[in-house]
């Protein structure tokens, strides 16, 4: 995912590390992020994400190694708020205020006007409640309100920080349609979560962490692509079981009962990089009754909670 240089849009970390004390949040982390994709920062809570996020934003001073957009630390970048918008919480919000006043107090320092405001309430679709005090407004309503306000100065990177967090099922649909058509505009979009579930319908990229390290940066598409597809097969028919394993060439192992295998033992296998419905058309082709065709492949979350794991337990080792 690294580029060749730091052009407009893109987000560069490198060798990036924080420590409070002895506690080592962010340790010798490393990515790029284009523009023009949503990529999804990945990583259970306490990783290190929002720490790096921070750092991104100025808000905290890296121990070592850089954190630039653009080419240029956050403090560097004369109008901030016209080239990055970033909402790291979604309650940092003056409860007496209405959305639209909300808005107003942050327009003027993004060079944004009345009717901006009031076109992005409508966009984020907090129109009807833009004369609403926010205090009364739901976990979702004040999320989407967090995105307007990063949205004010038209800027080119987007840092959002858990933003689906609060959201009804409606709600994250619609975010994800969103987030798809800022990237389509060209913008940088980070989203960052702990649950590759909330994201994976919606980003390009992945960037997962882990005990603040890097465990893996990659397309989607690759990521995807290390999932294995493994299918488990019984038959009362031992011998025709084994016969057509073998006449497919299909690797086999785990040969043996079936996990809460009932009182009569079922002899099966476990197949590696067949679909059921391959070993299903196979099976009825070759007249061999099956008791269980279960799909047992390791799907994305999987790959997700095996990879974040392993980090966790090394770096505790």
Request: charged share 20%.
């Amino acid at each position: 995912m690294e580029l060749p240089d730091d052009g407009p849009g893109t987000v560069s970390v490198r060798n990036l590390t924080k420590h409070f004390g002895s506690v080592h949040a962010v340790q010798d982390l490393s990515f790029d992020i284009r523009p023009g994709r949503v990529t999804g920062f990945l990583g259970p809570n306490g990783s290190g994400k929002t720490t790096t996020l921070r750092m991104l934003l100025g808000l905290a001073t890296p121990t070592s190694g850089t954190a630039t957009i653009s080419g240029r630390s956050y403090a560097d970048i004369p109008q901030p708020l016209r080239e990055v918008g970033a909402a790291l919480e979604a309650t940092s919000f003056h409860p007496g205020r209405t959305g639209l006043d909300h808005l107003r107090t942050y327009a003027p320092y993004a060079g944004a006007d009345d009717a901006r405001c009031v076109g992005l309430l409508e966009q984020v679709g907090l129109g009807p409640a833009a004369r609403r005090r926010v205090g009364g407004y739901s976990l979702g309503m004040r999320q989407r309100l967090a995105l307007a306000t990063t949205l004010l100065g038209d800027p080119q990177v987007l840092l959002l920080d858990e933003p689906s967090n609060g959201l009804d099922p409606e709600g994250i649909r619609w975010l994800r349609g969103f987030l798809r058509h800022l990237a389509a505009l060209g913008k940088t979009v980070l989203v960052s979560s702990h649950m590759l579930s909330e994201v994976q319908q919606s980003v390009d990229d992945v960037v997962i962490i882990a005990a603040g390290r890097l465990v893996h940066a990659s397309s989607m598409a690759e990521l995807s692509a290390l999932a294995s597809t493994t299918t488990l097969v019984a038959s009362p028919d031992a011998a025709g079981l084994k016969a057509l394993v073998a006449s497919r060439g299909w690797t086999a192992h785990s040969l043996g009962e079936p996990p809460d295998a009932p009182t009569t033992p079922t002899p099966s296998v476990e197949l590696d990089g067949v679909t059921t419905a391959e070993v299903g058309a196979a099976a009825f082709a070759a007249g061999l009754e099956l008791h269980t065709l279960m799909d047992k492949s390791e799907g994305l979350e999987d790959i997700f909670l095996r990879m974040i794991a392993s980090d966790v337990d090394g770096a505790a080792r």
